[in-house]
């Protein structure tokens, strides 16, 4: 065995361990031409994966067009249908390895023919040939490899020699054996991605004033982590997300907000203190009130007839009394309708509230009832927002959901973070977020875009069920004041909206 050829065999050792290691297609499939280019000397080189009955044209290289034009527009994959007359077609149905000495001198008589269209457009010289089909485990064809210009010392075309043939035909197994794998894995991962979108998708669908909101704040995640890795001076000049974190934090955001499932419909679209039907049941309760008191006057009326003590001034005096109160109880019912919606409920709102509270009215039963339950006072009651302390506590558990849910999926190492991530969203930096408090470098970067964006999408949103969208500038504008209070990272904030992240998302 020659010294050249043991050199072969531990390059293709090695090359296998490469291979092996390799899981991203893409990369794997350039790699596979690269490394085998590289031992067999070939100026160029193709690859096409068999696709029922066509062969994707995958990876293109020429070290000579390269050189010539270093600034050609890149490679485009396309498809060409399998048929035995085209080179690579012929060893994809036939399974045969092809050395071909110079695809110029091909007898008439072969089945198969080159097609000099890229030579002549490109004014390049394919010469010698080495066209080797991709076998799997299972000797199933999926692809073929395809060597062009074997060069030798002086860097001229030769043949290829007859021992690369064996050679790369165990590379080409090698590769073909990568490519399953690496596609089993891709089409694990488009599962698993397809699984998560749909999940946070159904559960943003529960209410139409959310849906969208996970996947736009993916989509501002991952806007905002490509542009830290952009960054070469500041903060974030050393801070680099591989791919693999990147995908990580892309599935924090869509899973950030899937524990809603465990808050109840109503406490999600909540949208004034109270619902529709209690105000209707409250306007219902005042116009009774309004009919008592008419028939209290007209009763008081009749017993003065009926004991002949009518006098004018008596019965002015009654109605105008009833007015009085009858405007009172549509004033009172108007106030109760304009803290109904949410906002801020000053002293003297609430007071007044507390007031009509405690008044009382006799029911059709005979028993004396408050003008506002208990219930109802709760809620009208709410100084900022529209939801009670425990129904925030609610809403706020969806954090806790999330963890719950996302903590028991079972992520493989470079996805470990999810969890985390998305459990810590409503952090704050000032310690003053939840569930956990946490202050400072305690949030991992991640979870401090992840708080930026999902405050900017629920401000921008529109129609959510308690606010009009917001206006992107004073939206931005609140991000800042967010900044100030030390609740959001300067820089993210600061990144996000010099470099207009936010715009163009829908």
Not at 34 to 40: A, N, P, Q
Not at 279 to 293: G, P, Q, T
Not at 383 to 391: A, H, I, P, Q, Y
């Amino acid at each position: 065995m020659s010294n050249d050829f043991k050199k072969h065999l531990e390059d293709l050792n090695k090359i296998g361990i490469a291979l092996s290691a390799e899981h991203n297609l893409d990369r794997l499939l350039e790699m596979i031409v690269r490394k085998v280019r590289h031992f067999t000397r070939a100026d160029a080189g193709s690859l096409y994966i068999k696709e029922e009955d066509s062969l994707n044209f995958v990876v293109a290289q020429n070290d000579t067009l390269d050189r010539k034009d270093p600034g050609r527009a890149p490679f485009k994959s396309f498809k060409l249908e399998i048929s035995k007359k085209s080179i690579a077609g012929y060893v994809a149905i036939t399974g045969e390895l092809l050395n071909i000495r110079d695809v110029y001198s091909l007898s008439k008589t072969t089945p198969y023919q080159f097609d000099s269209s890229f030579d002549r457009n490109m004014n390049y010289r394919t010469g010698s040939m080495l066209v080797v089909p991709m076998k799997d485990h299972q000797d199933e064809i999926i692809g073929v490899l395809q060597l062009i210009n074997s060069l030798n010392e002086e860097e001229n075309p030769v043949p290829f020699e007859k021992e690369y043939e064996g050679l790369v035909s165990s590379l080409a197994s090698q590769a073909a054996v990568a490519i399953r794998n690496a596609k089993l894995i891709e089409e694990i991962k488009n599962l698993f991605k397809r699984l998560v979108e749909y999940s946070a998708s159904a559960i943003d669908a529960r209410s139409p004033h959310t849906a969208g909101h996970s996947r736009r704040v993916a989509t501002y995640a991952m806007r905002i982590a490509k542009a830290i890795n952009e960054e070469k001076e500041g903060h974030f000049a050393k801070i680099n997300f591989s791919d693999e974190e990147l995908e990580e934090l892309n599935y924090a955001a869509w899973l950030h907000d899937i524990g809603k499932i465990g808050v109840r419909e109503h406490v999600l679209e909540k949208s004034d203190k109270l619902s529709l039907g209690r105000m209707e049941a409250i306007d219902n309760r005042f116009s009774y009130i309004k009919k008592s008191l008419e028939n209290e006057v007209l009763t008081k009326k009749n017993k003065l007839y009926e004991e002949s003590r009518y006098h004018p001034e008596i019965f002015e005096e009654l109605d105008q009394a009833l007015s009085s109160n009858l405007r009172m109880l549509e004033e009172e019912l108007s106030f109760i309708s304009k803290v109904n919606k949410p906002g801020f409920l000053p002293d003297d709102d609430l007071e007044r509230l507390r007031q009509i509270k405690n008044k009382s009215y006799t029911d059709i039963d005979g028993r004396e009832r408050p003008y506002l339950t208990d219930f109802e006072f709760e809620n009208l009651s709410v100084r900022k927002g529209n939801l009670t302390v425990k129904e925030r506590e609610e809403i706020q558990s969806h954090v806790q959901h999330t963890l719950n849910i996302v903590g028991k999926i079972p992520f493989p190492k470079n996805l470990m973070h999810i969890p985390e991530y998305a459990g810590c969203h409503h952090e704050m930096l000032n310690g003053d977020g939840y569930p956990n408090k946490l202050k400072g470098e305690e949030i991992p970067l991640q979870a401090k875009i992840l708080s930026a964006i999902d405050i900017y999408d629920a401000l921008t949103a529109a129609d959510r069920p308690y606010k009009k969208a917001i206006p992107t500038e004073k939206a931005l504008d609140i991000l800042r004041f967010e900044v100030k209070d030390n609740h959001l990272d300067k820089d993210i904030v600061e990144l996000f909206i010099n470099k207009k992240l936010y715009e163009g998302v829908v």
